[in-house]
Every structure is written in C-alpha cells, then in structure tokens.
C-alpha cells in the first residue's frame, strides 16, 4: 500500500481562531553544497516538503544524509547554496523569531553558568518580556515537562534526559511557532526516551504548535509523527513522504504493538534500506549525474 | 588503637568517629607547617653553625624578629601601601585593556589572524628591558612602575581571553541565535561566560607577575615601596631589615594568590574545574 504522498491540508484544527496560513514551513528546492579544500562536497541536492500548521513530522533518513544541513538551513543558521526556506510565507535568511530549535547535544546547548530557571528565561529576556510574564512562562514551561522542583539547580546537577527536559521547556517558553528537533533523545537511555517521546506528543497537542522532529530511529519516527518524511542518501532528496494513519491517542506499549504501527515501520525500514543501497525516487533519478 | 576502639566500650565508637575526621584534615597542613619549620630550623642552623656568615645570612629568628618590629613602623606599612597600590593600578589597567582587546581581537577571526604575529613578538619581551624607556618618560615617579607592571600584566591576561573566546562551543552559540540573541547579547550571555575561566587563569598569573615588576621597578628604578626599602636597607647594612623586607614580599605573594583562588572559586561555582575540586 502506497499513502498519498501530500495529504489535504484539513487534518487539524488551529488551536487558535485566527485563520492560519495552509502552509507553515516550506522548503523549497534547497541545495546546499559545501565548499571545502578537497572539492565541493553537495551534502543535500533538493528537498522540496510544506509543514501544515500544527502538524508533526519526523523526518528520517540514514546517517549522513544531511538531516542537521537541512536543520541548520530550515533554522536560518546556515544559508542553502540553492532554493529557499519559508516560514509563514516569509523566506528565512536569519533565526527566525518563530522557531525554536532543540539540539541533541543538550550538554552544550545548554547554558553551564546559569541555573534551569536562568536558562528557560534567558531567551524571553533576552526579547525584552516584561519580568511577570517571563515568570508565568518560566513556571508554565518548568511545569509542562515536569521539573518545577528544580528551578534553581544547574544543568549539570541534573540527568540527561532530566537537561533534555530543560532544553525544551526553554524552546515551549519561547513560544515558537515551529520547533525543530535535531535528534533530541539520541544521547538518552531508552526508557527516559519513551517518556521524553511521550512528552513532545502532549506538549505538540497541547501548544498546536508545528514540530519537525529528526531522527534516524526508525521506531520513533512512526511512533511520533503524523507524517514520516524519509530522506534518501547523500545528495539528498526525499525518498518518499508517507502518511502514520495510526489512532492519535498514542501510548509506548498499545500503538507499539499494533499490526499497523509494524506495517509502517517495516515499510519506513524498507526505505532506509533502499536508499542506502543508493537507489532513488524516480522523480530525482533524472538529476542524478 | 585499632583493637583498643571495639574493646572501650560504649562512648569509645561515637568519640573516635568525632576526633577521626578532626584528626584526618589538618593532617595536610600539619604537614605543610613541618616543611616551614623545617625550612626555619635549617635556616636558623646554617649561620649559628658558621657554614654561612651571619654577616651575610643572619639567623631566622633574627630575621623574623626584624619583621615583628617593621610591623609597628608607620613608614613600613606606607611602603606596603606604596607597593600595593602600584601593583593594584597597574593590574587593573593591565585587565581593563587586555580583556577589551581581547574580546575585539577574539571575535573576529580576520584581527586574530592579522595581531597573531606581533602579539608573538611582543609578548615575550621581558617587561625588564623597559626599565630604561620607563625612566626616560616618567623617571622615578609611580608611572614608572605601572608601565612595567601593566606591560607585564597584560600579554598575561590578552593571551588566556584570546584563548577562552575561541572556546565558545558551537552548539551553545547556535542555540544563542537560534534564540534571536544578537551579537552583543551573545557576548554578554555566552562568550563572557565562556572566557570567565581562562581570565580568572589569565588575571592570578598576573597578579603574580605585577607584583614582580612592581618591586622590580621599585628595587631598581627607585620608585617609591618596599623594593626601594630593599635596596635601601642592603646599601645601609642593615642585613636583617633586607631579609626581613624580601620576608614580607614574599607574605604579600602568598596573599595575593590565596585571594586571587577565593576569588576565582566564587565566580566559577559552575565551572568544571571548581565543581569536581575538593577544596585545597
């Protein structure tokens, strides 16, 4: 069974009444290319994919296919070589205020030399939020990802998955529009990444906010998103856009165990395969050299 | 003792468990205070035994009498003052200079690239060698000595932020922009902190340094402060009082650099190396 590549944008309702645009991310034809002493090495060739307001998509790929390129053009840290990032209609050419990122390396993106609260603040500060609004959103973030207990410790006092949690009640505070996850729970233990996946699932429903979460663990991806957006090998393309039609109520064992959750899952795994052995979707196969 | 403790009985075990810990700590400054006793003791052997001329090296006990007695002078704490304050200024505009060229040179890879080669060929430049210079502009006054002291100073501290702002981490300044924090912002947030160990580094070398040159400049430029005291005392005969007076730079070296580790504990609570370190 093959789902439809780009499903209708009527999926979920905007928590909020305002009418939202049909398309909140979109990359376009983005190329990137790095230049280095040894010749040009063209890390990702053209990914073109649109994120629906409120939607979640796991975009996977096998290792070294220019998942944290693509991340650090989608992030505005990095400019493509070719085609262009828009976030809300409005192309990125910096960090746009919208968009939060979580990085895997919670270690070194979090701050040593402030304590938690410090840290989940320092961005709202940072915007000039009044001190009382600051405070709400501190304590309201704190709270979602279930260390209020701790404002005052450091980082480093605290556990991994525990810093994990830290780095996205920073993100939740800020109030992005967009959060992007670069491989977020790929440096934690398994059981503290059920309930860190868990987590981004009731934060996501609980915010509407539009998440786009890398990873390059199989199970996960289908276990989180809406939508998995598997990538091909290096230059990268998409290899295939599916759709997870699996129950929205999601939980570690019952979804984990159903005939579905296996069938996308092997169906993902397939992919990876393929586009490891170096095969490629029809559509991109003309450009290929 | 070992087998006295399990055979005294009742108050025995929670009365050793008092003293253990007691006894187990000053174990190191105990031994600490032997070598300095040790150190006294031989010093205050080698003239009475006549292997040295007490002319020339007179007993310890003479020599720290000497000091007891500079204590109660006026003019021996205005020498520490004169000396202290040199050393002071000269360290404070030594820091101010160093870690504003630092953070401007630091931050910009193409200023890095461009002072890498003079800041290499200045640097070690010995401060000494400026002494004639310092006289020509200033003579015998306290600039002088804050022209060697900061120039010895501040190559100390430019070279520990210049490394320290190239150690900030990637990861954490892509999460400062990601986060909308523009460029000072980023240097107030990140790249500060980052550097705070290597300055902390950079500004107890210094201090070391500074109070080198300032009796360095005192003992030979003249410039007032216990150095010129030295050198009066030696050209006096009065070989005690000299002893007594190098005694006291040397207590004042010793105090410098207990402050300058209180100080660097207190800033950095969050570092690496303060964290994990058993106090010394």
Redesign the interface.
Known sequence: MQPDPTPAPAGKTPPSGKTLPEVMLSVRGVKKVYQTDGGDIEAVRNLTFDLRPGELACLVGPSGSGKTTLL?CI???MAPTAGEVLLDGKRVSG?P?K???V?Q?YG??L????RVRENVE??LK??GVPKAERDTLVDEALEAVGLSHVPRS?P?QLSGGMQQRVAIA?AIA?QPEVLLMDEPFAAVDAQTRADLEDLIRVVWKKLGVTVLFVTHDIDESVYLGERVIILSSSPTVVQEDIVIDLPDERDQLNTRALPRFTELRHHVYEQIQLAKKGHRPAAAGSTTA | MSSDDPASGGPAPSAGRDRRPVRRLPAKQLLGLAGIVGFLATWELIPRLGLIDERYLPPASEVILALVRDFGLTAFWISVGETMAAWFLGLIIAVALAVLLGFVIGSSDFLRKATNSTVEFLRPIPSVALIPLAVLLFGVKIESSLMLITYAAFWQVLIQVLYGVADVDMVANNTAKTYGLGRMARIRYVVFPTALPYLMTGVRLAATVALVLAITAELVIGSPGLGREIALAQSGGAISGMYALVLATGLIGVLINVLMRSIEKKTLSWHSSVRSEVIV
């Open positions: 650090k992030s505005g840290l960090p205020k968009m939060a990122v990085f390396e070194r993106s701050f040593p030399w402030m320092l961005p940072n915007q450091y480093w920073r800020y």
